[in-house]
Every structure is written in C-alpha cells, then in structure tokens.
C-alpha cells in the first residue's frame, strides 16, 4: 500500500514538472512573438511623409540664422563678392571722396604748428577726421541709401543702375568743392571734349580734380594755422638771443606758450567749427 502510493506521488510531481516546464516555454515563445511584432509595427510604422527621417531634417530652420541673399535678385556668390571688393575699396572711396583728406591735412599741420611731435598722435587724427566725415557725409549717405541701395534690395534695379543712382549725390558734393583750373587740367589731359556743365564731367575726371582741390584747400588752411605760431616762435627766439641765452633753445619757451595761447582762445572749437562751415 505504501510502495503504490509512493509511486502515484513520483508520477503526479513528473506530470506536474512536466506541464510546468511547457507552460513556460509556451510563455517565453509568445514573448518573443510579441516583440517580433512591436520591432516589426515600428518599422512599418514611418509610413506617412511627415513622419520620415526626410521630414525631419526639413524641419524649419532657426530664425537666428544668417543667411546672405542675391542683391536684386542676383545669387549670393556674387553679392559677396561685390561685398568684398566694396570693403577693399572703402579706404580709397574714404580718401579720394569725402573732406577726410582736408580735414586730416590741417590736424597734421596744427600739430606741427604746435611744436608736439606725437600728441595728439596718428591714431587720434585719424579717428578725429573719420568722425568729422561721417557727420559731413551722413546726409549724402542716407540719399544714397534711400535711392540706390532699398531699391535694389527690393529687387527693382540692377547693381548698375543702384551704381549709377548713388553717383548722383556724390557728383553734386564733390561739384561744390572742386575748382574749374582742375577740372579744364584734367579733361586736357584725358582729352575730353569741354562739357556743357559740372553733370557732363565723368568721373575720370571728376575724382582726380576733388582731391587736388581738397590738398590746395587743406594746405592754404594749414598756412593760415601756422602763420599765430610762427610769430610766437620768432619773438620768442629773438628774446632769447638779445638776452644771451645762446645754449637754451627757443623751443623749450615757444612750446609752452603756444600751447597757453591754443588753450585760451579754445582752439579746437574754433578750428572744428570753421572746418565744418567752410564745407556748408
């Protein structure tokens, strides 16, 4: 009795091992099915445009990116080229057609008037005459920007055209300053006929004839400046020798008395402001 019950218990604890065994194999191949499907849905899943990698990368770009567009509807190669060549040409065009010329001429010769040899020094006449010509030329700058450079922005001109219209203030600025003796010497030496009137001249001729207008108005302006100094120089040297002070030089007396005399008349106020009104 006891060795047949023991033997139904050895083989109830088979069949239970056994069906337990299968339950889980049962359980690991649906699982395994079950992902099979997932990874297969999620890549049958892209199926619509919106949702490709293509899409994706088509998304819209940042709005603070920098993009360089075609002036006038041209491509941005050669809008960058024309850029380019525009900032090489910037110190030229700053020289030959605005009063920087005059205006650094005479802070040379006031300082040479002077007796200073270094102050104010290069860096500070430079920039002094750059600010001085950007308040000059601001209002010519805005006529060229409002008739040239929106339109062709706009894409209603060409780049010549936008050219040729800011021409225009530039001829009218320059025309006011330059002498007839330098224009007739030019135009003999390109062999132009005479024009008719100051629009007729090109620019061949109208450039060259500025700037030596503007060297003659900035040396005849500097000549005025020295003549004060040059009298404060002369006494001072001609006390110092009827007193016998042979081994000091004028120099060292002369230097500081301009300068007192610079300070007491507010000599740059006076020389700004006749600077700035002789080109009104």
Known sequence: MS?????????????ALGTASAGASSLQGGT???DARLQGDLRSEPSSPGDSPLSSQAAPLNSNELRITGLGGGSAQWTIVILLTALTLIPSILICMTPFARLLIVFHFLRQAL?????PSNQTLVGLSAIMTFFLMQPIGAAIY??????LQAGKITVLDAVERGGIPMRQFMSHYIREKDVALFLEMAKEPRPANINDVSFRVLLPAYILSELKAGFQIGAVLFLPFLVVDMVVASITTSVGMMQLPPVVISTPLKLLLFLMVDGWHLLIGALMRSFN
Request: charged share 15%; glycine share 8%; aromatic share 0%.
């Open 3 to 15: 060795k047949s019950t023991a033997l139904r218990a050895m083989l109830c604890l088979v069949l």
């Open 32 to 34: 395994s099915s079950g």
């Open 115 to 119: 007796g200073l040899q270094t102050t």
């Open 146 to 151: 409002r008739d040239s450079i929106v339109p």
